[in-house]
T-cell receptor, first 118, second 111 residues
Framework: EAGVAQSPRYKIIEKRQSVAFWCNPISGHATLYWYQQILGQGPKLLIQFQNNGVVDDSQLPKDRFSAERLKGVDSTLKIQPAKLEDSAVYLC????????????????FGQGTRLTVV | AQRVTQPEKLLSVFKGAPVELKCNYSYSGSPELFWYVQYSRQRLQLLLRHISRESIKGFTADLNKGETSFHLKKPFAQEEDSAMYYCALEGRGSTLGRLYFGRGTQLTVWP
């Protein structure tokens, strides 16, 4: 099956600029996640969608980050304005039934977008 | 609060030697634990999950609730095992599906 697609692969912006990332999950996967991975750390969840609804955005810095998943398929993550500490790899992942109460659901990850804020 | 600790940032072994990547967790309840792996220039992917009790690519991991550990082991390391390994714990309830990752251990297997 086709994997999770993300674009762009790399992005360099100046601080205070805005940036957007796009994710296309595996077809049929209802649950979509955005993770932030800062260099030297493990991925940290920013937001979790169940179809087009937000399940968990407790770790999303809402003053500058926003995400949407219109029509319950593709998703975009936006940062406005960016700060130096936002430099990280942004990973999108999807799973088929993590929201149905079944545990041990495998998450499939995209290649990630490496953001550098200068 | 959920927490996953991988004490070793780097681990090097020679081919054919046993390898153990350590993972300790903090969780109130019965945890659901995973090991994810990222090979060079590839995406993060699931290696194994504790509930399935399977061996993948010769790796096994046993959940020890008394020591709150989920160490990953392989009796004879191969060069192709060189990768970044992440231990992860799955949330329950309102955070179902959410993964809490450790910082990762970079394994290098020398020829």
């Amino acid at each position: 099956e086709a994997g999770v697609a993300q674009s762009p692969r790399y992005k360099i912006i100046e601080k205070r600029q805005s940036v957007a990332f796009w994710c296309n999950p595996i077809s049929g996967h209802a649950t979509l996640y955005w993770y932030q991975q800062i260099l030297g750390q493990g991925p940290k969840l920013l937001i979790q969608f169940q179809n087009n609804g937000v399940v968990d955005d407790s770790q999303l810095p809402k003053d500058r980050f926003s995400a949407e998943r219109l029509k319950g398929v593709d998703s975009t993550l936006k940062i406005q304005p960016a700060k130096l500490e936002d430099s990280a790899v942004y990973l999108c992942a999807s799973s088929s039934d993590g929201w149905r109460g079944r545990l041990n659901t495998e998450a499939f990850f995209g290649q990630g977008t490496r953001l550098t804020v200068v | 609060a959920q927490r996953v600790t991988q004490p070793e940032k780097l681990l090097s072994v020679f081919k054919g030697a046993p390898v153990e990547l350590k993972c300790n967790y903090s969780y109130s309840g019965s945890p659901e634990l995973f090991w994810y792996v990222q090979y060079s220039r590839q995406r993060l992917q699931l290696l194994l999950r504790h509930i399935s009790r399977e061996s993948i690519k010769g790796f096994t991991a046993d959940l020890n609730k008394g020591e709150t550990s989920f160490h990953l082991k392989k009796p004879f390391a191969q060069e192709e095992d060189s990768a970044m390994y992440y231990c992860a714990l799955e949330g329950r309830g309102s955070t179902l599906g959410r993964l809490y990752f450790g910082r990762g251990t970079q394994l290098t297997v020398w020829p």
